[in-house]
Structure formats: C-alpha cells, structure tokens
C-alpha cells in the first residue's frame, strides 16, 4: 500500500541547514494535510510543522522563523527547510501524510507515517 520516505538528515553544527524530504508513494488516491513531527529520546513526538493541501501552514512556536515547511502537490512530497538549527533542534524526524488509498475509496482519509530520519545538530 502506501509509503513514505524520509531523505535529507544528518549532522550539522549549530547555525547551519538542512532539507527534508518526503515523498509518498503506492495506490494512493488523494492527500490532505501532510507535516513533520520530531522526537528526541526520552521525549514526546511533537509537531514541528503541517501543510494543508491548499497550502496553509502552522508551525511549532520553537521553530517559527526559522524552519519553512513547503510541498510538491505533483511528486506527493512534502519539505522542511530547517535553517539556523540549533542542538535543541536534535531529533528524529518524522513524516506524516493523510492519505486515502485507490483501494479504499470512496473513504475517509488515514495517517500514513515515515519511519523518521535522524538530525543531529552539534555545538
């Protein structure tokens, strides 16, 4: 069925930047809202950032002004441009997308989830 992958992590140092990417793939038939999430050990999953289909976007107040969630209607992929990272900003990313499948139309639409992909920011 459906899956997404998450590219673009990796090590930074404090005051650098990093894109994420998304990309959903399989029997998809159509996708609302699309965001990223974080979570760091010993901590909550949190949502960093979410995009609706129309393209209005939130944002969690740490990242705000710093961080710019954008997606591909087309390619069925979404970004996060993460700039002036901080060590705070060291996690686990993950991608989710609200996804109605060919094979379950008409219906309502599901939380599909990556399987994260790891930024780490340095001192």
């Known amino acids: 069925q459906v899956q997404l992958v998450e590219s673009g992590g990796g090590l930074v140092q404090a005051g650098g930047s990093l894109r994420l990417s998304c990309a959903a793939s399989?029997?998809?038939?159509?996708?609302?809202?699309m965001g990223w999430y974080r979570q760091a050990p010993g901590k909550q999953r949190e949502l960093v950032a979410a995009?609706?289909?129309?393209?209005?976007?939130n944002y969690a107040d740490s990242v705000k002004g710093r961080f710019t969630i954008s997606r591909d209607n087309a390619k069925n992929t979404v970004y996060l441009q993460m700039n002036s990272l901080k060590p705070e900003d060291t996690a686990v990313y993950y991608c989710?997308?609200?996804?109605?499948?060919?094979?379950?139309?008409?219906?309502?639409?599901?939380?599909?989830w990556g399987k994260g992909t790891l930024v780490t920011v340095s001192s």
């Open positions: 989710k997308s609200e996804i109605a499948t060919m094979e379950d139309v008409p219906s309502s639409l599901m939380d599909y």
């Open positions: 995009i609706t289909s129309g393209g209005s976007t």
């Open positions: 399989g029997s998809i038939f159509s996708i609302n809202a």
